[in-house]
Antibody, heavy 117, light 111 residues
Framework: EVQLVESGGGLIQPGGSLRLSCAAS????????MTWVRQAPGKGLEWVAV???????SYVDSVKGRFTISRDTSKNTLYLQMNSLRTEDTAVYYC???????????WGQGILVTVSS | QSVLTQPPSVSGAPGQRVTISCTGS?????????VHWYQQLPGTAPKVLIY???NRPSGVPDRFSGSKSGTSASLAITGLQAEDEADYYC???????????FGTGTKVTVL
């Protein structure tokens, strides 16, 4: 059974850093396309970053230069390193697997990141 | 501001048919990129409802159907049920933004 479990969220001050983790089971993170999607309180979904099976990464413009997506094959875990956090980064962050045919087919339960002083 | 526009809300009585539009452009839906639809029940993660414009994953009732024409796509729900109350999002890829994009989202209310 495919499962994704996020961790590492919490309250952080503006300008601070946080690293989210997403532990995967039931498939191999490095063999698939893995993404982070976020949802600000009461708002819609926003794609944040992707790491392809090749290792190539891509980001939404608003986080370029601040966020880094990566993976650890030995731990079968996806990460999102978030630096220079802003209040507008406050959201529930989901990790999701991206299938080329089906779209975002498996999602984690989501983890709340609150950026506030 | 999303490049895929959806109506903020739609509503219908049980048993009725409702449709949700997703309006894009020639750099996303009109360029031939796949359109997927997601259902997000309150307090839960989204789940795939329709993929590749018209296909349903196993377990999704055939009351849900998708279509596409030009730079727009639509999701139809026939025989509306109380359990269909949720937020619905379309999703595609935009070649100008080189970004995966979601629609603005539509809240479906069953009267």
């Amino acid at each position: 059974e495919v499962q994704l479990v996020e961790s590492g969220g919490g309250l952080i001050q503006p300008g601070g850093s946080l690293r989210l983790s997403c532990a995967a089971s039931g498939f191999t993170v490095s063999s698939d396309f893995m993404t982070w999607v976020r949802q600000a309180p009461g708002k819609g979904l926003e794609w944040v970053a992707v790491i392809y099976s090749s290792g190539v990464t891509s980001y939404v413009d608003s986080v370029k230069g601040r966020f880094t997506i990566s993976r650890d094959t030995s731990k079968n875990t996806l990460y999102l390193q978030m630096n220079s956090l802003r209040t507008e980064d406050t959201a529930v962050y989901y990790c999701a697997r991206l299938d080329t045919t089906v779209g975002f087919d498996y999602w984690g339960q989501g983890i709340l990141v609150t950026v506030s002083s | 501001q999303s490049v895929l526009t959806q109506p903020p809300s739609v509503s219908g009585a049980p048993g009725q048919r409702v449709t949700i539009s997703c309006t894009g452009s020639n750099s996303n839906i009109g360029a031939g990129f796949d359109v997927h639809w997601y259902q997000q029940l309150p307090g839960t993660a989204p789940k795939v409802l329709i993929y590749g414009k018209i296909n349903r994953p196993s377990g999704v009732p055939d009351r849900f159907s998708g279509s596409k024409s030009g730079t727009s796509a639509s999701l139809a729900i026939t025989g509306l049920q109380a359990e269909d109350e949720a937020d619905y999002y379309c999703q595609s890829y935009d070649s100008s933004l080189t970004s995966y994009v979601f629609g603005t989202g539509t809240k479906v209310t069953v009267l």
